[in-house]
């Protein structure tokens, strides 16, 4: 004959019943937190990346571009390699694609020459912006050259990115002029350099790449730099470029341990928020306020590219870096 479960039964199974409760509300307030973190973190970076520019946009009044980009990535170099190195050790070194790795840091490094020039020329915000519109690149890219299949989704907001850009440009304009073209050539080598990046997160560690990045550019820029270094006018040139080289390793660092918190889908539409930093920047240092017409392509890129982004993480399941110099 059986018994019925007795008080003490139904209470044990009352009080595991709220202890797997408790649990589960923990867990997720746990997972909710690390996602606020990994935000906070991408928002922090994103505004290291516009104080680079802002303040590569100011150096170049008196540095000349090749020193700039070889003291920036050599103080990359060297603070990676003194944070990194002691915590990893010599696993730090291994790659299974050394090719791919210094085809990635050439990339960057080009990226990044196009970026000072781009600067030296053009306002903050609108350099920001048409830069941002890499990951619709990135979607061309995949279909012209990986013959992978673009939904129209995809292809309209690929449409809406450069038709923004078009109204940051205004080809034809009274202010439209050769400069402007440069942050084309930034867009079209970061957009190699993403997919390349696509490609090596499959088997190389995200610290091994920032590692080979920073040497990579610093040894192809110590070539040229002898032919334009130059004596600068006062040491707060030095104090400046030691604070872009800070800012852009601060950056990079930030940017990997939010993507260590959140999922890469969540994280890539705050990378945006660059715009309204560089703005911001702009409008500090050298009292410049985007008209109406660069604030709709503006909108236009941020919507458009933000989607897209978003879209592309969430089908390769990998982070979009920021195009930064």
């Not at 010599?90 to 791919?100: D, E």
């Not at 702009?282 to 989607?307: E, K, T, Y």
Request: a positive charge; glycine letters at 8%; proline letters at 6%.
């Amino acid at each position: 004959m059986s018994q019925s479960p007795g008080p003490g039964t139904d209470n044990a199974a009352s009080a595991a019943l709220a202890q797997a409760r408790a649990a589960a509300q923990a867990s997720r307030r746990t997972e909710s937190e690390r996602i606020l973190a990994g935000i906070g973190l991408v928002i922090l970076a994103v505004a290291c990346f516009a104080t680079l520019d802002t303040a590569t946009k100011y150096s170049t009044l008196a540095v000349p571009v090749l020193m700039g980009v070889w003291f920036r990535y050599a103080f990359q170099a060297v603070a990676t390699t003194l944070v990194l190195l002691p915590l990893r050790g010599t696993a730090l070194l291994r790659t299974q694609h050394p090719r791919y790795q210094a085809l990635r840091g050439a990339l960057l490094l080009g990226s990044s020459l196009f970026a000072f020039l781009s600067l030296r020329y053009m306002p903050l915000a609108e350099f920001t912006s048409i830069v941002l519109i890499a990951p619709l690149v990135i979607t061309l890219l995949a279909a012209t050259t990986l013959k992978e299949q673009v939904s129209p989704l995809r292809w309209t907001l690929v449409a809406g990115g450069f038709i923004g850009t078009l109204v940051i440009l205004r080809p034809g304009g009274g202010s439209f002029s050769w400069a402007v073209l440069l942050p084309l050539g930034l867009v079209l080598t970061n957009a190699w350099f993403q997919v390349l990046t696509s490609k090596l997160a499959q088997t190389e560690n995200p610290l091994t790449m920032h590692f080979y990045t920073g040497w990579v550019g610093t040894l192809l820029a110590s070539v040229a730099v002898p032919f334009a270094w130059t004596a600068l006018p006062s040491w707060e040139w030095w104090a400046l470029l030691c604070l872009m080289g800070f800012m852009g390793t601060v950056g990079h660092f930030m940017l990997i341990l939010a993507y260590q918190r959140a999922p890469a889908s969540t994280l890539t539409p705050y990378l945006y928020a660059q715009i309204a930093f560089a703005m911001l920047g702009g409008w500090l240092i050298f009292s410049h306020v985007p008209d109406r017409f660069s604030l709709i392509g503006m909108a236009m890129i941020a919507v458009c590219g933000a989607a897209g982004a978003w879209l592309t993480v969430r089908e390769r399941r990998v982070p979009i870096e920021p195009a930064e110099s």
